[in-house]
Every structure is written in C-alpha cells, then in structure tokens.
C-alpha cells in the first residue's frame, strides 16, 4: 500500500532553519505532484509550497515565498522542504501530500491531492 512519511521537524530557535524531508512508497513517484502543508492549532490546514512531477515547476504561499525552498529527488522518492529564516508563525504540524491527478490548476486545494503523511511538528520559539 501507499505509505507517505515526513520527517526532519523539531524545535529551532527563530531565524534557524530546518529541512523536512517526505519518503513515499507504494506508487510511482514520478508521476505525483507533491506538496507541502501546514495545520497550527485552530487554524486550517493551509498550503506551503508545491513541486511538479517533473521538478520543473514549483509554487510558494505568500507567507513562506523567499524563505523556504522545495525540491524533489525522483530517484528517491522523496521530497524536501528547506526552511530558512523561520519565525514563531511558521509554527504548525507540517504534512506531506501527492497528487496523481489535477481537476484544477489551484495546488492550493487539499481534496486534490490523493495520498498524506501523518506529519511532522516544527516548533519556533522567539
């Protein structure tokens, strides 16, 4: 079966960085859009940042956009998330999501994506 697991979260002082990585198994993981999510407490989940299947395209929420970096290794199946520069705000459970088949061009939306990790906790302390 599909398993999708995130890793590399933690608690890091503001203005350090992380870098989550998310393993999936059980698909072919060149043919999955992957993305970033994020949940703080009584908050919605909201979208981080996306990779293409390919690599070549990649998107940022607003609030993320010049600090944090997403890239892909194919041949590993697996997908990163490089945080810089992180502030008290980025605080949340952090998911991993695929998605093997778009009806919309919005990476934003969550029913889109087919398969999900059980998450990573970052925690920034000011």
């Known amino acids: 079966q599909v398993q999708v697991v995130e890793s590399g979260g933690g608690l890091v002082q503001a203005g350090g960085s992380l870098r989550l990585s998310c393993t999936a198994s059980?698909?072919?993981?060149?043919?999955?859009?992957m993305a970033w999510f994020r949940q703080a407490p009584g908050k919605e989940r909201e979208g981080v940042s996306y990779v293409s299947r390919t690599g070549i395209n990649t998107a940022y929420a607003d609030s993320v956009n010049g600090r944090f970096t997403i890239s892909r290794d194919n041949a590993k199946n697996t997908v990163y998330l490089q945080m810089n520069s992180l502030k008290p705000e980025d605080t949340a459970m952090y998911y991993c999501?695929?998605?093997?088949?778009?009806?919309?061009?919005?990476?934003?939306?969550?029913?889109?994506?087919?398969?999900w990790g059980q998450g990573t906790q970052v925690t920034v302390s000011s």
């Open positions: 999501a695929a998605r093997g088949f778009a009806s919309s061009t919005s990476w934003r939306l969550k029913n889109e994506y087919q398969y």
């Open positions: 059980g698909l072919y993981f060149a043919a999955y859009d």
